[in-house]
């Protein structure tokens, strides 16, 4: 099981980034996905969890109206769009899945939101 995030980087306030999880090594269509982030001495929080269909998203309050979340079934990847984004955004962002009651997670990949 392989999961691999993309896309992040240092953007001003109020710009947009789009991050992007591949996958591989298992039926991407049949779990759920989720984007989780850690900011700077802070817990891990769950961002973002989109159902096997890609219909159904729920998305962390803090940031509901800015972040979108997506999955392409046909190309086992899933995607979190995130505008309007704010200094407190900072952090590195993971890509999770569960499997037979295991998790695995991607290396994570670092979004920075400073002027």
């Known amino acids: 099981v392989q999961l691999v995030e993309s896309g992040g980087g240092l953007v001003q306030p109020g710009g947009s980034l789009r991050l992007s999880c591949t996958t591989s090594?298992?039926?991407?269509?049949?779990?759920?996905m989720r984007w989780y982030r850690q900011a700077p001495g802070k817990e891990l929080e769950l961002v973002a969890r989109?159902?096997?269909?890609?219909?159904?998203?729920n998305i962390k309050d803090s940031v509901k109206g800015r972040f979108t979340m997506a999955r392409d079934n046909a190309k086992s990847t899933v995607d979190l769009q995130m505008n309007s984004l704010k200094p407190e955004d900072t952090a590195v962002y993971y890509c999770?899945?569960?499997?037979?009651?295991?998790?695995?997670w991607g290396k994570g990949t670092l979004v920075t939101v400073s002027s």
């Open positions: 989109i159902d096997i269909f890609g219909i159904n998203t």
């Open positions: 999770m899945t569960e499997l037979s009651s295991s998790t695995y």
């Open positions: 090594g298992f039926t991407f269509s049949d779990v759920d």
